[in-house]
């Protein structure tokens, strides 16, 4: 096809490949080619370097063999900036006459109008690389639409005395269809592909006697090259009852011309085994390749199965309902490339320490930016709090037994078991739920002992919580409001602003912007210049000397970063001549230390949030 490198400037000999030019502009058999002879055309950025695409479309359609594949990849209007790289070859401009046409780039939705109504189906395949809007290319796979003529006369096979097919009839005839009805005893009807309900009732080779089973093969035999769509009940797809299996032998024994079709409910799935009758009838005895034979329909819908593979490693470590398991990352950076990973057997406990089955775990801030590699810790662990019941207790355990729904902090909590010490799980009132105690923990603790504990925030003080919406910031608010403080805060979008105007009654005034360093020009302003008794620190880079200058003479900054810290930040020395402090809380830590714990009473957490 036509492309920026000709025939002539990369001639090589290779065997068994032919090298010829297509100008896909012009119709293929004026230049020689003959119609329906490829099975795979590849067109990489091919088609929207031409302002007849679907002209260009119907000459492909010409080449491509009926059940062959059209292979494109193609770049999206939104990649303008492609035309910086490649816009300076002519070629790239090639056949574009309309001047609003931006280059080689189609927007993917434009493409798939143009492909159907070139008679192409491109239901296989549409893979963008992104989500919109940041996709840059997509790789379609499409083949001609197959418009092969089916006879519309059936036979429906049943069994003697059966009771009225009512549904199915009315709804083949509703289509259409010309419909008899047989039972294994009569020759069956000439030219008529017979749709099987011999299972509709029970299965129907359970317990068969031999005059049947010879009336059955005897019918068989006679079919010639009917095919046959055996309809039976799901044996698959959450089987009910194993017995309707015997049916799946039977069809792949006589494999020639005929597929099963499992279904949940045969009477109120009509409409559906119809859809699986037209796509039988369209069947190509030489299309070995992509053969669909067994067809399952549940809650509506149609199935059809396919080959994937896995690896026994995969399927061990999610087997068994008992299995240990810890989320993790082989490469750090690469979101794509966590899994589950299997965990060996644990050791026996320590006497201190209790294991909780994970429920439900809390998703930080922090578990985003380590699993991406912009902070890295000494030890790789995702998961900091989290909820579930407890399995296992240490002997000099006493406040906890198994059983209990526990709240907890302990490293590595994307797991499905979790060891971590007594003194770190709370006891959860039934009234909460895991997903709501999986969040509370961490962000409350952190909250009370930055503000109360290091920050000594009282009564009349003023504080500035950055991040305003996250969990520490919420749990922070409602900390502050409760000790009667002055707080002022900042966040990231109008919704948030909102979110905070309207359940914690804190004026629009002092709600500023956490993206840019504007929010100390606005606490200076509302101060009157003094700045603020604490700040509440979680932003990181240039943001983090803004924050050291809302702190007012004799004020404290609490860090709950890790950012700055990991990257050797640089701190303004002169604020520390007024007596300013610079504080770091990092609430992980507390597991080698775990006696600070005990000065906040364990269920102040979750009094707190039942009466809010």
Same mark, same amino acid.
């Given at each position: 096809?036509?492309?920026?490198?000709?025939?002539?400037?990369?001639?090589?000999?290779?065997?068994?490949?032919?090298?010829?030019?297509?100008?896909?502009?012009?119709?293929?058999?004026?230049?020689? #080619?003959?119609?329906?002879?490829?099975?795979?055309?590849? %067109?990489?950025?091919?088609?929207?370097?031409?302002?007849?695409? $679907?002209?260009?479309?119907?000459?492909?359609?010409?080449?491509?063999?009926?059940?062959?594949?059209?292979?494109?990849?193609?770049?999206?209007? $939104?990649?303008?900036?492609?035309?910086?790289?490649?816009?300076?070859?002519?070629?790239?401009?090639?056949?574009?006459?309309?001047?609003?046409?931006?280059?080689?780039?189609?927007?993917?939705?434009?493409?798939?109008?143009?492909?159907?109504?070139?008679?192409?189906?491109?239901?296989?395949?549409?893979?963008?690389?992104?989500?919109?809007?940041?996709?840059?290319?997509?790789?379609?796979?499409?083949?001609?639409?197959?418009?092969?003529?089916?006879?519309?006369?059936?036979?429906?096979?049943?069994?003697?005395?059966?009771?009225?097919?009512?549904?199915?009839?009315?709804?083949?005839?509703?289509?259409?269809?010309?419909?008899?009805?047989?039972?294994?005893?009569?020759?069956?009807?000439?030219?008529?592909?017979?749709?099987?309900?011999?299972?509709?009732?029970?299965?129907?080779?359970?317990?068969?006697?031999?005059?049947?089973?010879?009336?059955?093969?005897?019918?068989?035999?006679?079919?010639?090259?009917?095919?046959?769509?055996?309809?039976?009940?799901?044996?698959?797809?959450?089987?009910?009852?194993?017995?309707?299996?015997?049916?799946?032998?039977?069809?792949?024994?006589?494999?020639?011309?005929?597929?099963?079709?499992?279904?949940?409910?045969?009477?109120?799935?009509?409409?559906?085994?119809?859809?699986?009758?037209?796509?039988?009838?369209?069947?190509?005895?030489?299309?070995?390749?992509?053969?669909?034979?067994?067809?399952?329909?549940?809650?509506?819908?149609?199935?059809?199965?396919?080959?994937?593979?896995?690896?026994?490693?995969?399927?061990?470590?999610?087997?068994?309902?008992?299995?240990?398991?810890?989320?993790?990352?082989?490469?750090?950076?690469?979101?794509?490339?966590?899994?589950?990973?299997?965990?060996?057997?644990?050791?026996?406990?320590?006497?201190?320490?209790?294991?909780?089955?994970?429920?439900?775990?809390?998703?930080?801030?922090?578990?985003?930016?380590? %699993?991406?590699?912009?902070?890295?810790?000494?030890?790789?662990?995702?998961?900091?709090?989290?909820?579930?019941?407890?399995?296992?207790?240490?002997?000099?355990?006493?406040? /906890?037994?198994?059983?209990?729904?526990? %709240?907890?902090?302990?490293?590595?909590?994307?797991?499905?078991?979790?060891?971590?010490?007594?003194?770190?799980?709370?006891?959860?009132?039934?009234?909460?739920?895991?997903?709501?105690?999986?969040?509370?923990?961490?962000?409350?603790?952190?909250?009370?002992? $930055?503000?109360?504990?290091?920050?000594?925030?009282?009564?009349?003080?003023?504080? /500035?919580?950055?991040?305003?919406?996250?969990?520490?910031?919420? %749990?922070?608010?409602?900390?502050?409001?409760?000790?009667?403080?002055?707080?002022?805060?900042?966040?990231?979008?109008?919704?948030?602003?909102?979110?905070?105007?309207?359940?914690?009654?804190?004026?629009?005034?002092?709600?500023?912007?956490?993206?840019?360093?504007?929010?100390?020009?606005?606490?200076?302003?509302?101060?009157?210049?003094?700045?603020?008794?604490?700040?509440?620190?979680?932003?990181?880079?240039?943001?983090?000397?803004?924050?050291?200058?809302?702190?007012?003479?004799?004020?404290?900054?609490?860090?709950?970063?890790?950012?700055?810290?990991?990257?050797?930040?640089?701190?303004?020395?002169?604020?520390?001549?007024?007596?300013?402090?610079?504080?770091?809380?990092?609430?992980?830590?507390?597991?080698?230390?775990?006696?600070?714990?005990?000065?906040?009473?364990?269920?102040?957490? #979750?009094?707190?949030?039942?009466?809010?």
């Amino acid at each position: 096809m036509k492309g920026f490198i000709s025939v002539s400037e990369n001639q090589k000999k290779l065997p068994n490949l032919n090298y010829a030019s297509l100008d896909i502009d012009q119709d293929p058999f004026e230049q020689g #080619f003959e119609g329906h002879q490829y099975d795979l055309i590849i %067109a990489n950025n091919t088609l929207p370097s031409t302002d007849r695409t $679907s002209t260009s479309l119907q000459y492909i359609k010409k080449l491509l063999h009926p059940r062959g594949i059209l292979l494109t990849h193609q770049l999206y209007q $939104s990649s303008k900036w492609i035309n910086y790289i490649f816009g300076t070859d002519p070629n790239w401009w090639c056949g574009i006459t309309n001047e609003s046409n931006h280059g080689g780039h189609f927007h993917g939705s434009n493409l798939y109008d143009e492909l159907v109504s070139a008679g192409i189906n491109v239901s296989d395949t549409m893979l963008p690389d992104s989500q919109n809007p940041v996709q840059s290319n997509a790789i379609i796979t499409a083949s001609p639409v197959i418009t092969k003529e089916t006879t519309r006369r059936i036979s429906l096979l049943h069994r003697d005395g059966t009771r009225d097919l009512g549904p199915i009839i009315q709804e083949l005839e509703l289509q259409g269809y010309d419909v008899v009805t047989c039972t294994i005893h009569d020759c069956p009807p000439s030219g008529r592909d017979v749709v099987v309900l011999l299972d509709r009732d029970g299965p129907f080779f359970e317990n068969i006697d031999s005059q049947s089973f010879d009336s059955f093969k005897r019918f068989v035999h006679n079919l010639n090259d009917a095919g046959i769509l055996w309809v039976f009940r799901i044996s698959q797809m959450r089987c009910q009852d194993p017995r309707y299996a015997q049916v799946i032998g039977i069809a792949r024994t006589m494999r020639s011309e005929n597929a099963t079709c499992e279904v949940d409910n045969i009477d109120g799935a009509a409409h559906q085994l119809i859809q699986v009758l037209m796509k039988f009838q369209r069947r190509d005895p030489d299309d070995s390749l992509r053969p669909d034979y067994e067809y399952s329909i549940v809650n509506g819908v149609i199935h059809v199965g396919r080959f994937y593979p896995y690896t026994l490693s995969d399927e061990a470590s999610g087997a068994g309902m008992n299995s240990r398991a810890a989320l993790n990352v082989d490469a750090a950076g690469r979101l794509s490339t966590l899994h589950w990973a299997p965990q060996p057997v644990v050791p026996p406990l320590q006497p201190d320490e209790v294991e909780v089955e994970m429920y439900s775990v809390g998703l930080s801030f922090r578990d985003i930016l380590v %699993a991406m590699k912009v902070v890295e810790l000494p030890i790789f662990a995702l998961g900091l709090e989290g909820a579930g019941i407890v399995r296992r207790i240490g002997s000099h355990v006493k406040s /906890l037994r198994v059983g209990n729904r526990v %709240a907890m902090i302990g490293r590595g909590a994307f797991s499905t078991f979790v060891t971590t010490l007594e003194i770190l799980c709370v006891p959860i009132p039934e009234t909460l739920s895991f997903h709501e105690a999986a969040t509370m923990f961490f962000p409350f603790l952190t909250a009370m002992h $930055s503000l109360i504990s290091v920050g000594g925030l009282g009564k009349g003080q003023s504080v /500035l919580i950055h991040s305003a919406c996250g969990g520490v910031g919420l %749990a922070a608010i409602q900390i502050a409001q409760m000790v009667d403080a002055e707080v002022y805060v900042t966040v990231g979008t109008e919704e948030k602003t909102q979110h905070i105007m309207d359940h914690f009654n804190i004026p629009r005034a002092r709600i500023f912007n956490s993206r840019d360093n504007s929010f100390l020009e606005g606490i200076l302003r509302e101060t009157h210049g003094k700045g603020v008794d604490l700040v509440l620190k979680s932003l990181s880079g240039e943001l983090l000397h803004a924050s050291w200058r809302c702190v007012a003479a004799f004020g404290k900054l609490v860090e709950i970063g890790k950012r700055d810290l990991i990257g050797c930040g640089k701190l303004d020395m002169n604020p520390f001549l007024a007596n300013r402090s610079y504080c770091c809380v990092d609430l992980d830590a507390f597991r080698d230390r775990p006696v600070l714990l005990q000065r906040y009473p364990p269920p102040i957490v #979750f009094r707190k949030q039942e009466h809010a």
